[in-house]
Nanobody
Framework: VQLQASGGGLVQAGGSLRLSCVAS????????MGWFRQAPGKEREFVATISRSGGSTNHADSVKGRFTISRDNAKNTVYLQMNSLKPEDTAVYYC???????????????????WGQGTQVTVSS
């Protein structure tokens, strides 16, 4: 499956952005989807993940209450709504797909099989 992320940009602290990730070449509803981010000089870190149906989600503590992951299987798209953005949210954001048949919503990037190209989010203070 190929993943194409978009929606990044430059925003002031306290602002909002919505990232989108469109999947093609596979059966989108079979994949657990996740968002990760990587800031300069830092390791890639988990942001949020969502089950195949969209009924279950998990968010990193650093974004809980501010970010929301969702998906629309009819549109082969996963979203990340980001509100109350902070300068420390600045990073390249990646969407990823986990083809594992299990139910666990993994937070480990190594367990995801497919990755998008990333979209830059910059939050100014």
């Amino acid at each position: 499956v190929q993943l194409q992320a978009s929606g990044g940009g430059l925003v002031q602290a306290g602002g909002s952005l919505r990232l989108s990730c469109v999947a093609s070449g596979g059966t989108f509803g079979r994949y657990i989807m996740g968002w990760f981010r990587q800031a300069p000089g830092k390791e890639r870190e988990f942001v949020a993940t969502i089950s195949r149906s969209g009924g279950s989600t998990n968010h990193a503590d650093s974004v809980k209450g501010r970010f929301t992951i969702s998906r629309d299987n009819a549109k082969n798209t996963v979203y990340l709504q980001m509100n109350s953005l902070k300068p420390e949210d600045t990073a390249v954001y990646y969407c990823a797909a986990d083809r594992n048949l299990g139910m666990a919503l993994t937070t480990a990037p190594d367990l995801y099989d497919y990755w998008g190209q990333g979209t830059q989010v910059t939050v100014s203070s």
